[in-house]
């Protein structure tokens, strides 16, 4: 019996698992049928189905539904005069809902809508019907959806209805506008003067992010045993003096390699392109994938290294050469040996810094990395007498490489999950993915009290002070991350965490919502009936500084109300991997584009109508698709934001 426990066979069964968990998740919770009937000469009927799963249900119309109430809209072509308001076959159910505070009605069976509507005699009829509702089973509900269906009768042409529509649209594009074969409101989607916000990330901010990446760099493997030959190298250029005048430039030569190579990585791929790289889902997998790879080779699985002969040729070119050439072939000589331990922080460095949008944030990443890594180098070069001082390497070293090997692991579900958010695979749902990183964290600080060992550590029979200080620190936060099993917010690191909307048991709960669309053209359609100003939200999977805003932001009960009272918020998600249901060509400036992804055609938006690309980006519009204000990015100061909400809500009240 012991024999049917082998690993491979618990592994099969953890497997088998996850794919029945994963099957679960994937459930439709209501499936939705619909069929067209014409009663008379001018006079149909639409029968709109809902096949509720056995434990579910979905919210009924408002006010009784809620927040998420069900909405039904029925939109004709220009045959259809009228569509009347849909009838249930059976009434909802009430019931009190702890969760919202109130005794709400839901549908928790089968049931069929009746929307009557009229048309021209002798024309063909076409009705666009979309459904927006929400679905909850006894713990949890699922993330409203919105449903869109197509019907036509009367011997519809659909040919000659296309055609029409094309020729109007391309009259437009004729003129300067824009023609799409896409259903949009070209009003709205007119391009707009905006003034260009401030950068979403201080260039101060990137220049200390990177020149602690290059301070952190001197303590791996790769960089520290390269000390005794930066010195040796400098021993032999200049002897006995105190000091050594060729260091600084050492440390130049340094300085101006990396920031050469932050600057040609821009110019080669573009700063924008590097932008949309940091939140594209395939880059994103790349990323993951690497970083697991240099993790596992910190934890002694195996060693990365560049091919010998390079460093090789770089260091016998430095010992043959002399003068400011030997000292720059010894810089590339640092740069290339150390690169198996500096890549993985150049990489993620590179990719936050990108968020600048333009050629300065890279440029100023990789100048403060290089600084950070050229300082101590400089130094040692000027003083020799500072080595003596220097612990040797040794086990304290391999101690550094396994912790920067779980550093590896815990940054790299980041990667993974803009990646898995994109594609809407929900494996990595905010618990899963809280609930890996308090493993991690645990094992870390058990590693750091010698409860677990590699087989490149050394034997300790005791901890040291400074062990038992450094592992209360992921060990406390793992009890911090607890909690956010079950919904809490955990702010300090909500960058890093999938969003709430992804967690299935949430216990954590506001007193206000406010009205929220993914759909640009949807959005507008519902302010413009309600008469309310519109908050434009571009944001992306991959983006952290939009989590950042959403948590110290968009979550406090102060903007909560205020959007709930006076805003539609339209937030478009522009790495949304998703196929739009029909793709788009957009002609535009004189230029085609073919839209394919919900995301392509969001970022197009944005570029298109705001003459911007990076996210977050907000902006408040009139109900004709016009600015109110002028357009912020990242700025966690709710006091601000609600001056600036408080502004273009000032205006458009002005302008009724």
Same mark, same amino acid.
């Given at each position: 019996?012991?024999? !049917? ?109 009746? +929307? ?24 949890? =509900? ?10 036509? @009768?009367? @011997?519809?042409?659909?040919?000659? &209805? ?71 190298? !400098?021993?032999?250029?200049?002897? @006995? ?69 390079? %460093? ?13 050439? %030997? ?13 198996? =331990? ?8 590179? $990719? ?13 990443? *990789? ?9 101590? !180098? ?85 901890? @040291? ?27 300090? =690191?909500?960058? !890093? ?36 100003? $519109? ?13 950042? *805003? ?18 539609? $918020?339209?937030?478009? *998600? ?44 907000? +902006? ?9 204000? &002028? ?6 100061? $709710? ?18």
């Amino acid at each position: 019996m012991r024999n !049917f426990f082998k690993p491979s066979v618990k592994i099969f069964l953890l497997i088998l698992l996850g794919a029945v968990s994963l099957t679960a998740k994937g459930i439709e919770a209501v499936t939705w049928n619909a069929e067209i009937a014409t009663d008379s000469d001018s006079s149909g009927h639409i029968t709109l189905t809902a096949n509720v799963t056995d434990g579910y249900h979905f919210y009924s119309f408002a006010p009784d539904g809620g927040y998420n109430s069900l909405e039904i809209k029925a939109e004709g072509n220009e045959a259809v005069t009228s569509v009347g308001e849909p009838s249930a076959s059976i009434a909802p159910e009430s019931h009190y809902e702890e969760s919202q505070g109130a005794e709400l009605s839901s549908w928790y069976k089968d049931v069929t809508f009746t +929307i009557p509507f009229t048309f021209e005699a002798g024309k063909g009829y076409k009705i666009a019907l979309k459904v927006r509702y929400q679905a909850c089973d006894a713990t949890s =509900c699922l993330t409203p959806k919105s449903v869109n269906l197509t019907l036509t @009768g009367n @011997g519809y042409d659909e040919a000659a &209805d296309s055609a029409v529509n094309v020729a109007d649209k391309t009259q437009g594009a004729e003129n300067g506008g824009l023609s799409t074969n896409a259903a949009i409101n070209a009003q709205w989607w007119e391009p707009v003067k905006t003034t260009t916000p401030t950068a979403d990330q201080s260039p101060w901010a990137i220049l200390i992010l990177g020149f602690a990446g290059g301070l952190a760099a001197l303590l791996t493997p790769c960089v520290w045993p390269l000390i005794p030959m930066t010195l040796s190298f !400098f021993l032999k250029q200049k002897k @006995g003096g105190k000091f050594n005048s060729g260091a600084l430039t050492y440390g130049a030569a340094i300085v101006i390699i990396y920031l050469v190579l932050g600057i040609a990585i821009t110019l080669i791929f573009g700063a924008g392109k590097l932008n949309e790289l940091s939140t594209n889902a395939i880059f994103n997998i790349i990323f993951f994938l690497l970083l697991v790879v240099f993790a596992i080779s910190f934890f002694g699985a195996f060693d990365i290294k560049l091919p010998q002969k390079w %460093s090789n040729a770089m260091d016998s070119k430095a010992e043959s050469t002399s003068g400011v050439i %030997s000292i720059f072939f010894m810089a590339f000589t640092l740069v290339l040996v150390s690169f198996s =331990c500096t890549g993985p922080i150049i990489g993620t460095l590179l $990719v936050e810094a990108a968020s600048q949008g333009n050629i300065l944030g890279p440029a100023l990443g *990789m100048g403060g990395f290089a600084l950070g890594l050229a300082v101590p !180098f400089t130094l040692f070069a000027f003083f020799p007498g500072m080595l003596k001082e220097m612990p040797k390497s040794g086990g304290w070293l391999n101690s550094v490489k396994v912790v920067l090997g779980f550093c590896e692991l815990i940054l790299s579900l980041k990667f993974l999950s803009v990646a898995d958010m994109a594609y809407g695979w929900r494996i990595l749902d905010r618990e899963v993915f809280i609930s890996i990183w308090i493993v991690l964290f645990v094992m870390l600080g058990l590693y750091l009290l010698g409860k677990i060992r590699f087989g490149h550590d050394d034997k300790k029979d005791h901890v @040291g002070v400074g062990r038992f200080i450094l592992a209360i620190f992921p060990l406390a936060f793992a009890v911090y991350l607890l909690p956010g099993l079950w919904g809490a917010p955990l702010k300090a =690191c909500s960058a !890093f965490v999938p969003p709430l909307e992804t967690q299935d048991f949430n216990l954590y709960t506001h007193d206000t919502h406010y009205v929220e669309f993914s759909d640009y053209d949807e959005g507008m359609s519902y302010a413009k009936e309600h008469n309310m100003p $519109v908050l434009m939200d571009f944001s992306g999977y991959g983006c952290v500084n939009c989590r950042n *805003m959403e948590s110290a932001v968009f979550d406090t009960e102060q903007v909560r109300g205020m959007l709930a009272e006076n805003y539609v $918020v339209v937030k478009l *998600m522009v790495d949304d991997k998703k196929e739009l249901v029909k793709p788009m060509e957009v002609k535009a400036d004189g230029s085609t584009y073919n839209l394919e992804t919900v995301g392509e055609k969001w970022a197009f938006l944005q570029s298109y109508k705001f003459g911007a690309n990076s996210q977050p980006y907000y +902006i408040v519009l009139d109900n004709e698709g016009q600015p109110l204000t &002028d357009p912020v990015y990242y700025d966690n100061s $709710v006091e601000k934001f609600m001056l600036w909400l408080n502004g273009g809500l000032e205006r458009y009240n002005s302008n009724r």
